[in-house]
């Protein structure tokens, strides 16, 4: 659905996206993870041909893009950098604007369009207020209802839960997993880790304009062959697997170990008492900050000066 | 595109309160004159405001005199500047674009509003002060001793069918001179993401042009400056209609709406939308 090689743009003397290969294969749920400033905005943007490549190539929906945007657009609905809309008409109204702008907005239908994208987004119920007097998680709404109004191939999102409540994050969520079980690919770019080991099937995750990774979540975080136990009897335990312990913390151990299950049998048939033991898995957060360098905000003065 | 860019103009309460503004200053003059009765002697003054007392019919010509110089190019800036900044500013330009809307038909679609605006703005303006006048001044059959003659700026009287031709042209010239105008504030709008910022840049070249007009030492450029030709509408009401001047005011005009729009098309096109 979408590949990128050698996905490139400098704006000046910065490089913001550097030499980026993508792969998103149709049916995924795809988590583009990075820190703020990492280049997943600009890469969207190149996505959809806002932005003009410095270098490289772009293939979404199987044809290169920005050249075939007019045939490949009309197939994907988007959300980039939080939603727009002109503040002082109703969300009805807006939704009316988009949809007519576009290829295969006729009047006909319009109405139902709108109506079922604002069903979908949980709006159905809105009045003729304006936009502007909206809370943000109903503007989010109406940009994710924009989003879908040609039912879309494919869906690129950027930080989509934005401002939502934890209810409406879960809606949200929801509703992307069953637009993903009919068959739309769900490409989502987002900085919170969460959000995105709840969502999606397949990550990758940028740093500083270049991608550091992408593997398929199971992947990522399968069992890292140490298990980790709890027990009373935590110096016995040591003694007994000597070589494979590989890092004790009062009555918690870390045993280099495949099986979880032998080694519970092992130890209690020994005498020794487990009061837990489960295998060791990285979460998202690690994986992340093992790939990355420090957050894209913050910036150090120069190191090595003298102190003042 | 167009359809959708008219019906956001029509929506807008902004256009309408502009409209109405250009209305008020052409109608309080018209109430102080008439309650003064002291109109400018002729030669002095705003331009007909010194026929308009005889015969009200004229005075549409005299308001689009009054609101010409600064109010109506003020408006149209404010419109123009808009146009493509302010669509980045609500961050629905980068929604227009993934729609798919083709950048050149988004141009297309602003300034094709920006034209339906200018003569929305100029025919209310003229409508609105042609009701005033004929309220407020008559329509100079009672001055005359006969019905509806107006008298054109040669001292010829014009029938009422004649007036309405001529104003009509004048109109029309007036639109394209504020067209011309607003191709330069549209493509400022795309150099920007600031409408404010493309509107005032607008006036600047607006205060600039009209200061050199005056300017002695500027007389060598003087016939290329877009404000040069604005008033020579005021030609269609001299008798015979001296051509000159309008002829040489619509080719300037249509130079800088090409220029200008072809640079806006130039920049628009290759540009980076990160709004």
């Not at chain 1, 996905?7 to 490089?15: A, D, E, S």
């Not at chain 1, 879908?148 to 879960?170: F, H, V, W």
């Not at chain 1, 870390?254 to 299950?261: G, I, L, S």
Request: net charge neutral; hydrophobic share 50%; glycine share 10%.
């Amino acid at each position: 659905m979408i590949r990128t090689r050698g996905l490139t743009k400098r704006f000046g003397r910065i490089v913001a996206v550097d030499s980026v290969d993508l792969d998103v294969a149709e049916g995924d749920r795809f988590g583009f993870l990075g820190p703020n400033g990492s280049g997943k905005t600009t890469l969207v943007r190149m996505l959809l041909g806002l932005v003009h490549a410095t270098a490289g190539e772009i293939e979404v929906l199987g044809k290169s893009m920005p050249r075939n945007a007019a045939k490949v657009l009309p197939q994907v609905g988007a959300m980039v950098e939080g939603p727009g809309a002109y503040p002082h008409l109703s969300g009805r109204r807006n939704l009316a604007m988009f949809d007519a702008a576009g290829p295969g907005g006729g009047r006909r239908g319009r109405a139902d369009r709108v109506e079922s994208a604002l069903a979908q987004v949980g709006l159905s119920g809105v009045d003729r207020r304006p936009v502007s007097a909206y809370s943000l998680g109903m503007r989010q709404r109406l940009g994710l209802a924009a989003a879908l109004l040609r039912a879309p191939r494919l869906l690129i999102l950027d930080e989509p839960t934005n401002g939502l409540d934890p209810k409406g994050i879960r809606e949200i969520r929801d509703l992307l997993v069953a637009l993903n079980e009919a068959g739309t690919t769900v490409f989502l770019s987002s900085h919170l880790l969460a959000e995105v080991e709840q969502l999606c099937t397949r990550v990758a995750v940028v740093d500083r304009g270049r991608m550091v990774l992408q593997d398929s979540l199971a992947a990522l975080l399968a069992p890292t062959g140490h298990v980790l136990v709890r027990s009373p009897d935590a110096a016995q335990v040591v003694a007994l697997l000597d070589g494979q312990v590989v890092a004790r913390d009062g009555d918690r151990l870390v045993v280099r170990h495949a099986d979880v299950a032998g080694l519970n049998a092992d130890l209690v048939g020994r005498g020794l008492r487990v009061s837990g033991i489960e295998a060791e898995r990285r979460t998202l957060e690690q994986v992340v900050l093992d790939s990355t360098g420090a957050s894209g905000d913050r910036i150090d003065g120069p190191t090595g000066g003298e102190d003042r | 595109m167009i359809g959708v860019e008219l019906r956001k103009l029509a929506l807008r309460p902004r256009v309408w309160l502009s409209i109405g503004l250009l209305c008020l200053l052409p109608a309080l003059v018209a109430v102080l004159l008439s309650v003064s009765d002291l109109a400018p002697p002729p030669g002095q003054g705003g331009a007909f405001l010194s026929a308009v007392l005889r015969n009200g019919a004229l005075y549409p010509a005299a308001a689009l005199a009054m609101v010409l110089p600064v109010f109506l190019p003020l408006a149209v800036a404010v419109f123009a500047g808009d146009a493509i900044a302010g669509e980045a500013a609500t961050g629905t330009l980068r929604y227009l674009l993934v729609r798919p809307v083709a950048r050149p038909r988004v141009l297309v679609a602003k300034l094709v509003a920006l034209a339906v605006f200018t003569v929305l703005a100029v025919l209310v303006v003229a409508v609105t002060s042609l009701v005033v006048g004929l309220v407020l001044f008559g329509t100079g059959a009672e001055a005359v001793g006969q019905a509806s003659a107006a008298t054109s700026l040669s001292g010829i009287d014009l029938s009422p069918g004649e007036l309405a031709v001529r104003m009509a042209a004048a109109i029309g010239y007036i639109v394209v001179s504020m067209v011309g105008f607003g191709s330069i504030a549209l493509f400022f709008s795309t150099l920007s993401d600031s409408a404010i910022g493309a509107a005032l840049a607008a006036l600047a070249v607006l205060i600039a042009s009209s200061i050199m007009e005056t300017l002695q030492a500027a007389a060598a450029i003087k016939p290329y400056l877009p404000t040069n030709y604005w008033l020579s509408w005021i030609d269609f009401f001299r008798d015979p209609v001296f051509w000159d001047n309008i002829d040489k005011g619509l080719l300037l005009q249509a130079g800088y709406i090409v220029l200008f729009f072809g640079a806006a098309w130039a920049n628009f096109a290759s540009k980076d939308i990160t709004s």
